[in-house]
Nanobody
Framework: QVQLVESGGGLVQPGGSLRLSCAASGFTFSSYAMSWYRQAPENERELVAI????????NYADSVKGRFTISRDNAKNTVYLQMNSLKSEDTAVYYC?????????WGQGTQVTVSS
């Protein structure tokens, strides 16, 4: 049974930091590129960051470049999103995604709220 379980969301003040984790099971984690998406109320889901299956290539949305860092640990079947210098516009539900040519999987999401 495939599972992607996000954790680490919460309420943080502007300028603060959070680290999201996504624990994967039920598939060959190291064969999948991993991504973080987010969706704010009344907005479409958008790609935040992506990392290759080996972890040697990353890409980011322009809105988070220099503030967010995606990483993975294939030994732990886990992908991370370190979020620094958070802004109110980063408030959203953050989703973990696993993708390869055979298909993709989604987690249930974790809420991140940036507010004073």
């Amino acid at each position: 049974q495939v599972q992607l379980v996000e954790s680490g969301g919460g309420l943080v003040q502007p300028g603060g930091s959070l680290r999201l984790s996504c624990a994967a099971s039920g598939f060959t984690f190291s064969s999948y590129a991993m991504s973080w998406y987010r969706q704010a109320p009344e907005n479409e889901r958008e790609l935040v960051a992506i990392i290759s299956n080996a972890g040697d290539s990353t890409n980011y949305a322009d809105s988070v470049k220099g503030r967010f860092t995606i990483s993975r640990d294939n030994a732990k079947n886990t992908v991370y999103l370190q979020m620094n210098s958070l802004k109110s516009e980063d408030t959203a539900v953050y989703y973990c995604n696993a993708w390869n040519v055979w298909g993709d999987y989604w987690g249930q999401g974790t809420q991140v709220t940036v507010s004073s």
